[in-house]
């Protein structure tokens, strides 16, 4: 398992990260609002409001894109929407837990192929509730098996109910798994956010 302390392609990741950041520090000099955040490894780039000039500059890093999704809905198709403005290459990831789950998915996937045409759907069969462990393992196999020498973007739809507490449960198993993959150096974490 490669984590960020493998020295594998560090140079070249970290060459591009800093040309991302210095054009991102020259652009939020003149403009200064910020549209979102890109969490890469340990270090957090902002991206300013020259939207689609960032979004190439950020393609050219992202590599292969998985979107964690729960469900079908209107947060993750967003987030996949976004996905699609930064790679070519875009998965979406859902674990499941029965074969009742899978078809659904599948039923609401092929009812947005606006949104869906192009991107794989890939649904995980887990036997157990907790869906983090088969989706931190299939992310992990994608950076070490499939793309080691490449930056793997994951999209994450990030809910933002009216309530705070709302907010924290909707949310849990997002900021579990941005704990379980901060590890890595060349897994990019970006959350988009849907407002309930």
């Avoid at 060459?15 to 270090?43: F, G, S």
């Avoid at 393609?59 to 292969?64: D, R």
């Avoid at 931190?136 to 994450?156: A, G, K, M, R």
């Amino acid at each position: 398992m490669r984590t960020g302390s493998a020295p594998t392609h560090a140079g070249a990741f970290h060459a591009r990260l800093e040309l991302l950041t210095a054009a991102l520090d020259r652009a939020a000099a003149n403009r200064p609002a910020i549209l979102a955040m890109l969490q890469v490894a340990h270090a957090t780039v902002i991206i300013a409001e020259e939207g689609r000039f960032f979004l190439e500059l950020i393609g050219a890093l992202a590599g292969e894109s998985l979107v964690a999704i729960v469900d079908v809905h209107r947060g993750s198709l967003r987030a996949i929407q976004y996905a699609r403005s930064l790679s070519k290459q875009v998965r979406a990831v859902s674990v499941v837990t029965s074969p009742e789950e899978r078809e659904r998915i599948r039923r609401r996937w092929e009812r947005f192929p606006e949104v869906t045409a192009g991107v794989e759907l890939i649904l995980i069969d887990y036997d157990f509730r907790d869906v983090l462990d088969p989706l931190v393992e299939y992310i992990e196999w994608v950076n070490n098996e499939e793309f080691p020498d490449e930056l793997v973007t994951v999209v994450i739809p990030e809910f933002i109910p009216r309530s705070l507490a709302a907010r924290a449960l909707h949310n849990r198993t997002a900021a579990l798994l941005q704990a379980r993959l901060r590890r890595y150096e060349d897994i990019a974490l970006i959350y988009v956010p849907h407002h309930l």
